[in-house]
């Protein structure tokens, strides 16, 4: 068994999660699973677990840096003991709850910078949106888009520009603060390391 | 073509998006002249149960149920009388989503299907606290709260709405409904949340809160 944490992350937060690593914040392996397996819950279920039951074997310490994507995501945190990330999802873990709620009561469509490179993919491809159908969906449903700027990679000013014309929302860009998304990180470690104990007590 | 068919054709502008193909078959069912209430049973109906079966099966994504249940609201919309034609005789219900749940389709697809079916709905939208619920429902005489929630993190939210129904000695005379996807894909989260009954679909809604409303000894 490894002592380190394993993290097995959505990889729609891969640079976020490298970036704590660099800086000394986190330790142990990261792991990644692609962010487009969203799209198919699931696929999304059979690759955690797959990963999780593999894991198992080698690592004490595993945390789950998921929301609650899938309807049995929660089980798998149950069955394998493990942390997970208290949070209903990744924009949720970067900005934290109180800023999440204003955002949502703003009528924000929440762009991460992982997902802002593939929203003509998603948009059009896998949701089968056009223009047209877009700007009725988005407008009748949110206000603004809200590119949540992590400050590790450029602001993809011209994906965003094409993104809110597509679908007629104007745009701006927030700032957001590692430290957010580390205080969960820490949290999820810490009931990882208590189910641990509890298993070592067992 | 027949109601089937069209349900069918209906069932597939759901799945591929097309939000004015599917507005075209529900405009040529009314203007054949098909009364609206046999659109909504014969054509929308169908079509959604067999969405909610695929949502359950988990064979669409969270974004493709998102514009399908658009397209199932925009139909009802175009089917069911206008506000003020319409007859508010089963009383009056309180829905909202529960504290943190920001996903609003499923429950104002109820809140539709309910006031087309006599409901007086007060619907006081997303990220609603406990509080706010059981003080609406005694405010307006509401015999229902009917609470939706998307995942089982928020789920788990309207506990407090059952532990304050009950400290407050509401339990015979407010019932609680439950409902969202989560409900569908694990039923015991229900009697978890402390639930009095679920639809799995805005179509059942009417019949649960009928159900309810009468458990409450009311007509």
Redesign the interface.
């Known amino acids: 068994m490894s002592c380190g944490t394993v993290w097995l992350c959505c990889g729609v937060l891969r640079n976020e999660m490298e970036e704590l690593v660099r800086r000394g914040k986190i330790g142990g392996e990261l792991l990644f699973l692609d962010s487009m397996l969203?799209?198919?819950?699931?696929k999304l279920?059979e690759r955690v677990a797959a990963a999780l039951e593999r894991l198992c074997e080698t690592s004490d310490t595993i945390v789950l840096v998921y929301g609650?994507c899938?309807?049995?995501l929660?089980d798998l945190v149950r069955k394998y003991r493990i942390g997970r990330v208290p949070v209903?999802n990744c924009a949720q873990l970067l900005v934290g709850?109180a800023r999440y709620?204003r955002l949502?009561?703003e009528g924000a469509f929440l762009v991460l910078p992982e997902w802002a490179l593939r929203w003509e993919q998603?948009m059009k491809s896998?949701?089968?949106?056009n223009r047209?159908?877009a700007q009725?969906?988005m407008g009748?449903?949110r206000g603004v888009l809200v590119y949540l700027d992590t400050g590790i990679v450029q602001v993809p000013q011209r994906q965003l520009q094409a993104f809110s014309s597509y679908t007629g929302l104007p745009w701006r860009v927030e700032a957001v603060d590692l430290d957010v998304m580390l205080e969960s990180l820490l949290a999820a470690r810490a009931e990882s390391l208590t189910e641990n104990s509890a298993r070592e007590q067992i | 073509m027949n109601a089937a068919e069209l349900s069918n054709k209906l069932f597939a502008t759901m799945i591929e998006a097309d939000r004015s193909g599917a507005a075209r078959i529900v405009e040529e069912a009314l203007s054949d002249g098909m009364p609206p209430q046999q659109v909504i049973a014969e054509i929308l109906d169908p079509a959604i149960v067999r969405l909610g079966k695929q949502w359950e099966e988990q064979t669409m994504s969270l974004a493709q149920n998102y514009v399908a249940s658009k397209i199932a609201e925009d139909t009802l919309l175009r089917c069911i009388p206008k506000k003020d034609e319409r007859s508010l005789n089963k009383g009056a219900v309180v829905i909202g989503n529960i504290e943190d749940d920001f996903h609003s389709l499923g429950r104002r697809s109820v809140g539709l299907f309910l006031e087309a079916a006599g409901w007086e709905v007060h619907d006081l939208g997303n990220d609603i606290p406990a509080e706010q619920f059981v003080e609406k429902a005694q405010e307006v005489g509401a015999s229902v709260i009917g609470v939706s929630a998307m995942m089982q993190t928020t789920a788990l939210n309207i506990r407090k709405v059952r532990e304050l129904l009950d400290q407050r000695h509401l339990n015979g005379s407010i019932k609680l409904a439950v409902g969202g996807a989560v409900f569908n894909w694990r039923p015991e989260l229900v009697a978890e949340v402390g639930g009095d009954g679920t639809a799995h679909n805005a179509v059942g809604a009417d019949e649960l809160f009928l159900r309810l409303r009468s458990e409450t000894g009311g007509r």
């Open positions: 969203h799209m198919d819950p699931l279920e609650d899938g309807a049995h929660l209903i709850r709620r949502m009561q998603i896998e949701l089968g949106l047209s159908v009725d969906l009748e449903h």
